[in-house]
């Protein structure tokens, strides 16, 4: 019996609302992927509740679980799996809804959302929070390191890719995050995906392929 592919689409730095989300989301629906990953950056500018919807919903709803929101039907099973960027972060001080990131009530996501992982065919999927304002930390050792470390070495899976926001290796303009220079090649990590920079790039280092995917 011939194995199915897997196919799943990858945006990051896209939550605006313009002409040029429209012509992304456009082209990426077209190829029917069976799920979308985000890499941050999902509500610009201020990351709050009034353009949440109109920045994500708007596009992407028929892919969203549990979807509430305006534009459409939503997913009967959730298919679109964002990480917390800078501009999502951006709430805190502004724009708290409920009490929380409005980010937390739009999506609903595995685990305690801010970092999350899902298995998808020969897929393990690693969502992390790589800002530095996440409770359970953003530095090798933080708890949040500690739960990847558990995870990767529980997985059966053949293939594990990380994602986040702040490129750990990037020629651009915020260049490269140390706080996430992680040891992902101890761990069996593959593929390490991240946006911030507003360009498309790709890195091979130690045996991983780090992707660079801010333009949309």
Not at 66 to 91: C, E, M, V
Not at 120 to 139: N, Y
């Amino acid at each position: 019996m011939a194995k199915e592919n897997l196919v799943f689409a990858v945006i990051g730095d896209y939550g605006a609302n313009s002409a040029a989300e429209a012509k992304v989301a456009s082209v990426l629906k077209s190829k029917n992927p069976q799920f979308i990953l985000t890499l941050g950056d999902n509500n610009y500018t201020q990351g709050c509740w009034k353009t949440i919807d109109k920045n994500v919903g708007k596009y992407y709803h028929e892919y969203i679980g549990n979807y509430q929101g305006k534009y459409g039907k939503g997913s009967d099973i959730n298919r679109f799996f964002p990480t917390l960027g800078n501009h999502d972060w951006l709430a805190r001080k502004t724009c708290l809804y409920q009490g929380t990131l409005p980010y937390f009530s739009y999506f609903t996501l595995p685990g305690n959302q801010s970092y999350y992982d899902f298995v998808r065919g020969p897929i393990h999927f690693f969502a992390l929070d790589s800002d530095s304002h996440e409770p359970d930390g953003s530095k090798e050792g933080s708890k949040q390191y500690q739960w990847l470390t558990e995870q990767v070495q529980q997985s059966k899976a053949p293939f594990k890719i990380v994602y986040f926001h702040h490129a750990p290796l990037s020629s651009g303009k915020h260049g490269s995050n140390t706080r996430m220079q992680w040891n992902f090649a101890s761990m069996g990590i593959d593929v390490v995906m991240s946006g911030h920079d507003h360009h498309y790039e790709r890195i091979e280092r130690n045996g991983i392929v780090y992707f660079v995917n801010g333009v949309g």
